[in-house]
């Protein structure tokens, strides 16, 4: 809240150094902002009495966005890719998909590994376990599994995050 916004009796006044000027009625507040051809702003409303501060509004929430743009900026947004095998996988397909995975892993992205059982084959399930575990392994050096492989209806899958060190 800024200047006629606010409707306490009394506030605790900060001027723009930062320096407490006191407890004083609102009105001496407003006419101390107003000689200083600023705003007053209220910065503490659960304090008692609240915290104001004199300072330039439209300058403080400048400011304050361009510190968000800044914080926008530099965050990593993070992707679940998918790669996806067979029970029934030949060894160079599994390289090729170890390959992929390891380059999403190195560009900073979660690998989601999902193998679609066919038919009759999700009676043996614990191939589909053996394959995922092999490739875990495989891919263990660039990044760590977060979610064990897990059967989910016909699908089994698991999830990886790259490791710290793999950019």
Not at 102 to 129: C, M, P, W, Y
């Amino acid at each position: 809240m800024i200047n006629e916004e606010i409707r306490d009796r009394e506030v605790r006044v900060v001027d723009r150094n930062g320096e407490q000027l006191g407890i004083m009625p609102i009105r001496q507040a407003l006419e101390m902002a107003e000689e200083a051809q600023l705003d007053l702003v209220k910065i503490a409303p659960q304090a008692r009495p609240p915290v104001c501060k004199i300072m330039d509004y439209g300058k403080y929430r400048f400011e304050q966005s361009k510190k968000e743009r800044e914080f926008r900026k530099n965050q990593k947004v993070i992707t679940v890719k998918e790669v996806r095998l067979s029970a029934t996988i030949e060894d160079h397909d599994i390289d090729v998909k170890l390959k992929n995975a390891i380059k999403f892993l190195k560009d900073g992205n979660k690998v989601k590994a999902t193998i679609r059982f066919r038919g009759r084959q999700i009676t043996h399930s614990e191939i589909g376990r053996q394959v995922m575990t092999e490739f875990a392994e495989r891919i263990k050096e660039y990044g760590t599994v977060d979610k064990a492989p897990q059967i989910e209806g016909r699908n089994m899958s698991m999830f990886i995050s790259p490791k710290p060190g793999a950019d």
